[in-house]
C-alpha cells in the first residue's frame, strides 16, 4: 500500500539512496560524496570518524537497567565538548530530528568509507535534556568498561567487536591526548595518528593488532605508561578470543554490520522507532508546478526508478480544472535522465535512474500526475500524484540567488493574498530556522499564465523553505521547497 513517502522517511530514504541534499547539513552531505569524508583532511581527522564517535557518545547515555538514554541527542543538550557536530540546538529541518540525522551519518561514514550497509530505521526523539555522564575514558578499568558496555546493552564479546568497529576508522588527535600524540607543524591542524594503517572500515585494526603491528597508540601507549592503552585492555580482554574471530573480514564486516545497527537503534524505551527503511521502487521528488518564461505553466519533477536498465517512461496528466487531459492524453518524456551512484547504492548492488521532466502545461492547471513505465501504470497505488493547490507557487526559474537572494512566487491573480511568506531553514554546516521572511508584488516581472509574481530577499544562500498565502481567511502552503532548484544558481 504505498503512498506518497511520508515527510521521515521520504527525507531518510532520499538522502540514504539519492544523495539528496534538502535540508541537511554539510557534515552529513559531506559523506555522501564518495570517501572524501573517509579520508582525513589535513590531520583533523576525518568527517566519517567524527559521525561514528559522535553517535556512540551520545548512545553511550543508555541505561538498559531502567530504559532511560540512548540515541537522543542528549549530548548537544549536555555541552559535552563533542556538541560542536551540531553547535546550535534546533531541528535540521522540521522533519527530521537530530538523533535521526545522526544515525543516517554513521550509515554513510560506515558505507562511505568501504564499511557494510548498517540497516537503518527512523523515528528517533531529542531529548530536551542532558544524559548521565556514560562515555568511557581511556584511563579507566576494564571492569570499569565491562560495566558501561553492560549499561549501553552489549556483552563484553560485543564491547571489544564494538570497539574495533569504531576503531577501524580515525585516530587520536593531539589536542584532546597531548600525552599520546605529538603537536604537529602546520597551522590549524591538529596532527593525528590513525588507529590503523588504513582510513577506510576495514578490519586492519584487527589484524594489525593480531600480528603486532598496529601503530595504535591506544593499545601500544607511549613512553611504556599503559595508563590509556584501553583498547589493549578491552581487545585482550578474553584472550583475543573475540579478536581472531574478526581477523575474517566477513566476519569483521557483518560483525559491525549488526552492532553498529544496535548502537544507533538503542533509544530510550518510550521510543518506537520504524521499520528498516528500503529504497522506495518508484520515487517522485522535486515536484514544482511555475508559470514558465512564457504565458505557460511548467511541471518540474525527478522520478526515481530502481532498475539500472533504461525504460520507457512516460509522465501523463489531469488538468485541475477540466477533464481535457483526464484520460492520459496529455504527456510528455524526460528531458534527461541519469545514473544515481552513491557508495550506499553501490554496496547495495543497485544502480537507480534518475529520470528530470521540465514540461509546459498547455491547459489551465494540473491537478494530478502519473507515469507509464514499459506500458506498466505507475499511479502511486491508483490515486496519482496530487499537486495539492495551485493558488500559490514558487518559482524557481525566475528566483535569482548570490548578490540579490531573491524569492520569487506565483499567486494566482484572481485573489489578492493578505500575506505571502516564507519561513526558511538555513542549510551550511548547521541548518537553522531563520525568522519569516515577507514576500510583497514585484510589479517588475509581469503577470504571467495567470498569476502575480511576489517576492523578498533574504540573506542566506543555500536553504529550504515553506511558502505560505493568505487568501480569503485561508492558508495555502507550498512545502519545503529548495534553493537547489533554482537554476542559475544550481545547474
Ligand atoms: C572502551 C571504550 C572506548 C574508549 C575508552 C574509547 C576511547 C577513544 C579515544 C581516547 C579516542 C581518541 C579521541 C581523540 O583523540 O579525540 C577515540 C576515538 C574514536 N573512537 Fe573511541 N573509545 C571507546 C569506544 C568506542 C566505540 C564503541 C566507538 C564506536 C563504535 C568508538 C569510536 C571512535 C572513533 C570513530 C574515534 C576516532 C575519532 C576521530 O578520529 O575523530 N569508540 N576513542
Redesign the pocket.
Known sequence: DYHWPSPLIDQLEGLLYEGKQEGLPDRVVDLLAQLNGCIPQDNN??TA??W??FA?HDMATHNIDDGTGGLDNSINVGGDLEAAMFDFIDFPNKYLFYSDVTAIGVVLATVGCGGPVVALRGGRIDASSAGPPGV???D?SLDD?IESFRKQGFTQEEMIA??A???T?????NP??PTLVPPGNIQFEDN?VLFDGTPQFDNAIVTQYLDGTTDDL?VIGANGNSTLS?DLR?FSSDGNVTMQSLASPENFASTCATL?GR?IDTVPSNVTLTDGIQPLPVKVAGVQLAPGQDDTLVLNLTLRLLSNTARQVTLHWADRDSTTCASGTCSASPTNSALVTTPLVGALGLSPIKYTFSTPIADTSIGTFWFEVDGQVENNGGSGYAIEQDRVLFVPGRSTLGASFTIVAAVRNDSVPSRVYINPYQRDTIVIRTASVNLTLDASIPPAAGYNFYSGSVFAQDFTFDLFAEIDGMIYEEEFRDTHWIPSEFS
Open positions: 581527522g576525518s570518524a567524527e561514528i564517535r556512540y568511557p575514558t581511556p579507566q568498561f564494538l570497539v568497529c569504531g576503531h576508522v580515525g585516530g587520536v588527535h584532546d591526548f593525528i591506544l584501553s578491552v553498529l548502537m
